[in-house]
């Protein structure tokens, strides 16, 4: 029985050390952030901001890399400029108790339709409904200025040549024209405490929002900015 003992006396030992080892474990866990509650935060955060999207969304976040500090509160974010589809980038920040900032991959899809062009069109063209079809894919992988909405841009003039099959950019669209060189236009001319309005000549085709030069009846060449209803409003 003696002998017994030790041998008791140290399995006793060795239990109660494996006991410390799992409680500082517990608790250094208990300190360090859980990466899946990160990365839940995130994805919810991101089917917030998609929510309006046309299309079918799908959601992935990739789990943070590094150990963080626990955090009480959790504070997801877009970096300025960023894009919300596609390969992105979305931060999380703590705000309590001990502020960090962590940053996650994400691919976002968002399976929709986009407007492409029938047949080759050439510049200056005027888009008519037989010269557009959608086609249904990822918008993520295509350009932010993708148009998913083709009615929406009937009457717009191509920018340059487009290739058959290609997409619809708002970058290579112009809108409708306003005025027309040539054309009699209504001017409006705005200054301190006033408001003319006259008849003009426009110099030269112009959309919405375009500056435009103007031949005035007394022959004087003024600029002002193209407006719905054949209208220049210049300001002084």
Known sequence: MAAGAPNAGRRAHQW?????????????????????????????FLKTQTGG???????????????????????????????????????????????????????????????VTRQPLPANHVLTAADITLREGDLGSLPADVVTDADAMLGYRAVS???????????????????QQGQTTRLV??????????????????SRGDRVRVKTRSGQVVSGIAQDGQQVVVSF
């Open 16 to 44: 109660l050390a494996a006991a410390c080892l799992c409680a500082s474990a517990v608790a250094h866990a208990a300190d360090r952030q859980d990466p899946a509650a990160l990365q839940a935060h995130a994805e919810r």
């Open 189 to 206: 001319m705005n200054g301190p405490g006033f408001s003319v309005q006259s008849r003009g000549q426009a110099l030269a085709n112009a």
């Open 161 to 179: 040549g487009l290739a058959a099959g290609a997409p619809l950019r708002s970058a290579l669209l112009r809108p409708p024209l306003a005025v």
């Open 53 to 115: 999207l046309p299309g079918k969304v799908s959601i992935q976040v990739k789990l943070p890399r590094s150990s963080l500090p626990a955090c009480a509160v959790l504070d997801p974010f877009q970096p300025a400029g960023s894009r919300s589809i596609g390969r992105i980038t979305v931060g999380v920040r703590c705000l309590a108790p001990s502020p960090w900032t962590v940053y996650l991959s994400a691919q976002v899809r968002v399976i929709g339709h986009y407007a």
